[in-house]
């Protein structure tokens, strides 16, 4: 593993387009083995390859922005790597001891008829800490979350951008080498962004840490990454340390042709002038 | 089962989390509030009690007064449906938090079960105040009661894990299945008494695990008597077997089918 934090290996995985066929192929794959038989990694009629041969490692201070259109296996591939999905093939090597805490959706595990500071326990929980761990983290979550005065307000009575800071606090209270953000980097107001982005950039520099995340916007991807990934049709097809390339290459090569020349110019300029 | 218990260890402050929120959140609306728990059971015994009044049950000789063994037999059978239901709806119910973090199902079925279990003790309690009232004496060996319930929660945790799975991938036999456990109450003796004389039933009663399993438990709760101990051994045994298998089954076959969740 060398200095890596992580390494991806040749990984691949296929979904079935058809719900019907997929619960059918679901079926076969249980029965095979439930009696020791393999599974075949083969494409069967209707699967596609939502990741596909993808490779790439992940050192220490890195923060990687995956960007690529709908449906170009962004997801999936957070989701192996995050150990929810099985890879079809591939290997996936993670160094010895990696804590990896992955956001895919901040609501998930919140009880709307619970105060903010019950949900705050909850979600530690879903984030898998320890109540001890709950108890040293709990004065950063507060004053991170900038929620100290609605600790006793049932959530359902919060703001959409209320129930995201919550969950994102928590989160980063976790403290993993590896934190997984799939859509949901830099939550809340405009201030609220600004601190998350400056809390991510020190807070790989502190440790041997790294951070993935998801996002099609061209904004938090200059404001943040050292490194860029583009996938398009579950293929990695360019991993750049220049986000500026990066994001001009996705633009003028992979999604130019269905934007119109304004919108393309206009997304170029804000590429080239960006400023925080 | 090792990795149950390990896994179960590393995440147990969310069983202890989302044990608390399920109980107080059950009555978080209700101005009765926790006392629900209480009343459901006491209206459940009125009904019998009713009932039996009315002669409108015919239940066959039995030991103790009807309405305390249909009492008694009904909530056994409640503790082993209750575990089926709530383990088989383990990966569907909690679909979105599989696939949405990294909690694994072994927490989230360990909760099932600790809520499973608060939710039998107190209206059984009830019961017994009930069974008392009825001038059901209780002996020594029935403190051995809660021990003998455990095969029957291992049969109800087996089946269930089974039925998760099918719940995904198999919805027509898991609904099957479902229909089916209704069907199973009628031929436990339940709501009448294992000394039956109809042909075709005697012989499913006797070879119905549930038939022991039950039976010895209640048996056991009013005069202190072991009901067929044999049987219920072999059928214990054969529980925790079915139990082991049926998590080795979920265990492997979760990841396949969790993706096919969002088809869902």
């Known amino acids: 593993m060398d200095e890596h934090l992580l390494e991806i290996n040749h990984v691949s995985k296929k979904f079935c387009r058809r719900l019907k066929r997929s619960l059918f192929y679901g079926i076969k794959d249980v029965a095979r083995q439930t009696v020791g038989l393999p599974i075949t990694t083969q494409l069967r009629p209707e699967e596609f390859w939502a990741t596909h041969e993808v490779s790439f490692k992940v050192k220490p201070g890195e923060i990687i922005a995956v960007i690529g259109a709908n449906g170009s296996g962004k997801t999936t591939l957070m989701r192996i790597i995050a150990g929810i999905y099985q890879p079809t093939s591939g290997e996936i090597k993670y160094r010895q001891g990696l804590k990896v805490t992955p956001i895919f959706a901040l609501n998930v595990g919140l009880r709307n008829e619970f105060t903010g500071l019950e949900n705050m326990k909850l979600k530690a929980a879903i984030f898998g800490m320890t109540e001890a761990e709950l108890k040293r983290k709990l004065d950063f979550i507060i004053d991170f979350s900038e929620l100290e005065y609605a600790l006793d307000t049932p959530v359902g009575n919060y703001s959409s951008g209320m129930r995201a800071r919550l969950s994102y606090s928590v989160a980063i209270a976790t403290e993993p080498d590896l934190f997984i953000i799939d859509e949901a980097l830099a939550v809340g107001d405009s201030l609220f962004k600004t601190k998350c982005y400056e809390h991510l950039g020190e807070y790989v520099q502190e440790k041997e840490r790294a951070v993935l995340y998801v996002t099609n916007r061209i904004r938090k991807v200059m404001a943040l990454a050292n490194r860029v990934l583009v996938m398009r049709s579950g293929k990695l097809i360019q991993d750049a340390h220049d986000a500026k390339d990066a994001l001009e290459y996705y633009i003028n090569d992979i999604v130019g042709d269905d934007m119109t020349e304004r919108v393309k110019e206009m997304k170029l300029k804000k590429i080239r002038h960006f400023e925080m | ?264």
């Open chain 2, 1 to 264: 089962m090792w990795k149950f218990f390990r896994s179960i260890r590393s995440w147990w402050y969310l069983v202890k989390q989302l044990t608390q929120v399920e109980i107080i959140g059950m009555y978080k609306k209700s101005f009765l509030g926790m006392a629900w728990m209480f009343i459901l059971p006491i209206l459940a015994v009125i009904i019998w009690v009713v009932l039996n009044g009315a002669g409108v049950v015919n239940p066959g000789e039995t030991d103790i007064p009807y309405p305390a063994y249909v009492l008694l037999s009904t909530s056994i059978w409640g503790f082993f449906l209750e575990a089926y239901k709530s383990t088989s709806n383990l990966l569907t119910k909690n679909g979105r938090m599989l696939i949405m973090s990294e909690v694994p199902f072994e927490p989230l079925l360990m909760q099932k079960i600790v809520v499973h279990l608060i939710n039998f003790i107190i209206p059984f309690v009830v019961n017994i105040i009930v069974l008392l009232a009825f001038g059901v004496r209780f002996s020594a060996l029935a403190l051995l009661f809660p021990i003998s319930l455990v095969p029957l929660l291992m049969l109800g945790m087996a089946l269930g894990m089974v039925v998760a799975i099918f719940r995904i991938i198999m919805v027509d036999v898991a609904n099957l299945i479902d229909e089916g456990m209704k069907l199973l109450m009628f031929l436990t003796p339940i709501v009448y008494t294992p000394k039956i004389t109809s042909n075709w039933l005697e012989v499913i009663v006797n070879y119905n695990p549930l038939t022991y399993l039950i039976g010895f438990s209640r048996d056991l709760l009013t005069s202190g008597t072991f009901y067929m101990p044999l049987q219920y051994l072999v059928f214990s045994g054969i529980s925790f077997i079915l139990m082991a298998l049926s998590f080795r089954f979920l265990l492997k076959s979760s990841s396949i089918v969790l993706e096919r969740l969002i088809n869902n």
